[in-house]
């Protein structure tokens, strides 16, 4: 089963400036992501029946367009389970219906399968279709993503990643920039930069590192104009998991080492 993809130009900290949308059916087809109405995704919808909405999560860079979508072809629109009220301050329109792990969304080319993957986002979730996985912000092939406070937890996103890894699909469709063809070496390369991120967030409060923004001096050596803001609330996410791990005590303004961790 082939997905079809639209790259919609959108405002964006990905550093590709746009967002990619996917359509998967043609008589009964569900769109993914559709970031915001463009000449290239109405094409692609052209001569398609589009039966259902879904998105990967709520980040405004792939919810613009979805009360559009919905309002011109009278699709069914999806939202996670739990999150309808935040689906709709997103999208400024209310869920039909709702979805958790392994619901199918049924397409005329086949079931697309709804797989649970927070991290990014607590609502995040992924759809697959065979050996091939609408990825979201889950993984990118080159870099990383940002897995920032006050949304973004750490610790779910590795099990997500792990769970996909152990899942093994053949292609992931990103939302930003290419199809990614190694999707469990891509896996395990987000999982150790992550995991790397955390050393040396740990190891800066080891050294006397306390507050966010000298944590977040010790743990960067790169240069970081432009993302500051991304960073540090990567720290912050970083500081949150090693709080519920027990290994640092952090009290809203300064974090020290745990010595029962």
């Known amino acids: 089963m082939d997905w079809q ?26 769109l993914v992501d559709p970031a915001d109405t463009s000449d290239a995704l109405d094409t692609l919808l052209t001569d398609r029946t589009l039966a ?12 613009g367009a979805v009360a559009h979508y919905a309002r011109e072809t009278n699709a069914t629109v999806w939202a996670r389970r739990g999150r309808a009220g935040a689906f709709e301050a997103a999208t400024g329109i209310s869920p039909d219906r709702l ?23 607590p609502e995040h979730v992924a759809f697959e279709t065979g050996g091939t996985v609408v990825s979201g ?43 990614i063809e190694n999707a469990r070496e891509t896996c395990a390369r987000l999982i150790a930069h992550r995991l790397e991120r955390e050393r040396r967030v ?27 803001d991304l960073a540090r609330a990567t720290v912050l996410a970083h ?16 974090a020290a080492p745990n010595s029962a961790g």
């Open 137 to 179: 912000d889950l993984a990118v092939a080159e870099g990383s993503v940002v897995i920032g406070a006050p949304e973004g937890d750490v610790r779910a996103y590795l099990t997500s990643l792990r769970r996909l890894h152990a899942r093994n699909p053949d292609v992931l469709l990103p939302s930003h920039g290419p199809r």
């Open 52 to 63: 259902h909405i879904a998105l990967t999560h709520h980040h405004p860079d792939h919810a």
């Open 5 to 30: 993809r639209a790259d919609v130009s959108v405002p964006t900290r990905a550093p590709t400036g746009s967002t990619a949308a996917y359509v998967c059916g043609d008589e009964a087809a569900l």
């Open 99 to 121: 979805f958790s792990e392994g619901t199918t969304i049924p397409t005329d080319t086949g079931p697309v399968i709804v797989l649970d993957t927070p991290g990014h986002a």
């Open 239 to 254: 500081i949150e998991k090693l709080v519920v791990e027990g290994t640092i005590s952090w009290d809203g303004e300064r």
């Open 202 to 228: 740990r190891g800066a409060v080891d050294a006397g590192a306390a507050t966010l923004d000298d944590i977040l001096d010790a743990a960067y050596e790169k240069d970081l104009t432009g993302v500051r």
